[in-house]
């Protein structure tokens, strides 16, 4: 069983049966592209959390550039291939939690665990052989960041967060040794 695969029943396992804690989905955009995520919270009390998350992070070049075409497409040059998928583990901190009144929580947020690096190599045209043909590295990274949950109803809430991704590489991928970076985040929870 591939590495990949792994990483979905893992995923899945921590998604299924019925729960008090609640799960969210979100995209990201940030310095050096744009994700979705999956959060799942393993552990929460008045004014702090436990949580687990997933994040597939396209990297795009500093110089990747699209365009129209003139038959209603789009073409792009310097496209760079390379996907990031962090694993977190991480902890949220509410500390007006009680304090502020409409449903309105600002927090901290730390997180750190395993970078998963895809790397097509971008000199492939096909989409598919491109990807079969990834170069794969772990290491590790973190995430701080403050945000604002806002209670919308009383089984899900919406956060609006920003932050700084910390993401080191153990070698230089694509003429760069880390992807650093501002993150601004955006997600859904909702309690089963």
Request: aromatic share 16%.
């Amino acid at each position: 069983m591939s590495r990949s695969s792994l990483i979905c029943l893992l995923l899945l396992s921590l998604s299924m049966g019925k729960t008090t804690n609640p799960s969210s989905f979100g995209i990201a955009t940030g310095s050096h592209g744009w994700g979705i995520s999956y959060q799942r919270i393993l552990k929460s009390n008045v004014n702090s959390e436990i949580n687990f998350e997933f994040r597939f992070y396209d990297v795009k070049g500093s110089d990747e550039f699209a365009f129209p075409t003139y038959y209603g497409g789009t073409e792009t040059i310097n496209e760079q291939s390379l996907v990031i998928s962090p694993v977190f583990a991480g902890f949220r901190y509410y500390p007006f939690e009680g304090k502020i009144e409409n449903n309105f929580s600002p927090f901290v947020t730390l997180k750190a665990g395993p970078l998963f690096i895809f790397d097509g190599n971008e000199e492939i045209t096909s989409f598919i052989e491109r990807w079969k043909k990834v170069d794969t590295h772990v290491t590790f990274g973190g995430h701080a960041g403050i945000g604002v949950k806002f209670l919308t109803s009383n089984i899900s809430s919406i956060s609006v967060s920003a932050g700084l991704d910390l993401f080191p590489m153990n070698r230089e991928i694509d003429e760069q040794s880390q992807y650093n970076g501002l993150l601004l985040q955006f997600e859904f929870s909702w309690w089963k």
